[in-house]
């Protein structure tokens, strides 16, 4: 018999700067309920382009991009940028976006198995619009982004985990140096916490 890979697997390890992790979940009356809102949950976070429905307003814009920077509809897929218009400015290197790549994305179970999960793991990259090869991101390509939907019985959940958050503050312009230290320093003290805690909440 096979058995499930879990979910936190997909987590790299936690070696340099800072780890957070936001979650939320809701347990329901049946198995028919559960599995109906796994599927739900799973398609919300595969639509990254309302993920701004779920976070309110005031809150960063993600849209879903090819490797050229062309924008697209749809599911998320492995290889598949994201860009993040984050309020206020942006970053030089990404011409006001910060950029992200899906380098994972994982699911294990069914309706049928007592848990299952989908997995989705992003990374900092640079513009994809542009040649060099400048992380548009406050935070170095060290760090990844993991988000969760998980079914375990009856219960659903939803998480955000980060690992490895460090300020992309070197070998960048002086104007992405102090901003790219500061948003990194707001999110250190957790200000860019209500955002990802909307998020999960919204997922499910």
Known sequence: MKIMEQPGAQLPAQETGRQTNFTHEKTFDDLTSANKEFRSAAGRLLSVNNWHEYTGEGSAKFT????????????????????????GPGPDAGDGLEWVMIEKLTADGSSETGEQYLAMTV??????????????????????????IRRDGRTVSAGAHGRNETPNNKDVDL??????????????????????????????
């Open 64 to 87: 879903l991009s090819n490797n050229q920077g062309n924008e697209l509809s749809g599911f998320a897929a492995e290889g598949f940028y994201i860009s993040i218009d984050l309020p």
């Open 123 to 148: 990374r900092p990259v640079p513009d994809p619009k542009k040649a060099d090869l400048e992380i548009a991101h406050f935070f170095t390509d060290i760090l990844t982004s993991t988000f969760i």
């Open 175 to 204: 104007h992405d140096k102090i901003r790219n230290t500061a948003i990194a320093l707001m999110a250190r003290v957790g200000l860019s916490g209500a955002q990802w805690q909307k998020l999960v909440n919204g997922l499910i």
